[in-house]
């Protein structure tokens, strides 16, 4: 489903260990940094309330289990290709980046852009990505340690 969002538009740029906030109250922009925790999400929810279109990146799994707790307090929230808001931002011509600022884009772009609202997928599927994922891990290394083993093997004995 597309959204060109009745609600006021939250940009979060999503790191390992904090969130950068951009949101708009009264055209005044509001900066806010949490922890990527249970406990930063709670102080975001505090500062922009749960009646927000929250727009981010997909950043690997660091923007994941965020996301799952917004839809969980009944926010809407995009999950939009990091692709994107690069290209988005170099149409516009701007230059430098810092986490602030990133967050401030990812608003711009929520509110200039129709978003596509995020879904969870189904608790099977993920399952299944995740064990895919262990897997192919495991065959990895074990290709690894097949050759280190064949190339101690080949080294000949003095």
Same mark, same amino acid.
């Given at each position: ?16 260990? #904090? ?13 806010? &940094? ?15 309330? #749960? ?70 997928? &189904? #608790?099977?599927?993920? &399952? ?7 897997? &192919? ?22």
């Amino acid at each position: 489903m597309d959204s060109q969002s009745a609600f006021p538009v939250v940009g979060i740029d999503v790191s390992k260990a #904090t969130l950068a906030v951009c949101y708009q109250v009264d055209q005044q922009l509001k900066h806010l &940094e949490v922890s990527n925790s249970k406990a930063g999400f709670q102080q975001l929810m505090k500062s922009c309330g #749960t009646q927000c279109l929250f727009v981010m990146e997909a950043t690997g799994t660091y923007n994941l289990a965020l996301a799952y707790y917004l839809h969980e307090q009944g926010g809407q929230v995009a999950v939009v290709n990091p692709l994107v808001i690069k290209r988005f931002i170099q149409m516009h011509l701007s230059k430098g980046k810092s986490d602030r600022k990133d967050a401030q884009w990812l608003l711009r772009y929520g509110q200039q852009q129709p978003v596509r609202v995020w879904q969870p997928e &189904e #608790t099977v599927l993920v &399952e299944c990505r995740q064990l895919e994922q262990v897997t &192919e891990q495991l065959l990895k290394q074990k290709i690894m340690v097949s050759n280190a083993l064949e190339a101690l093997q080949r080294q000949p004995l003095i």
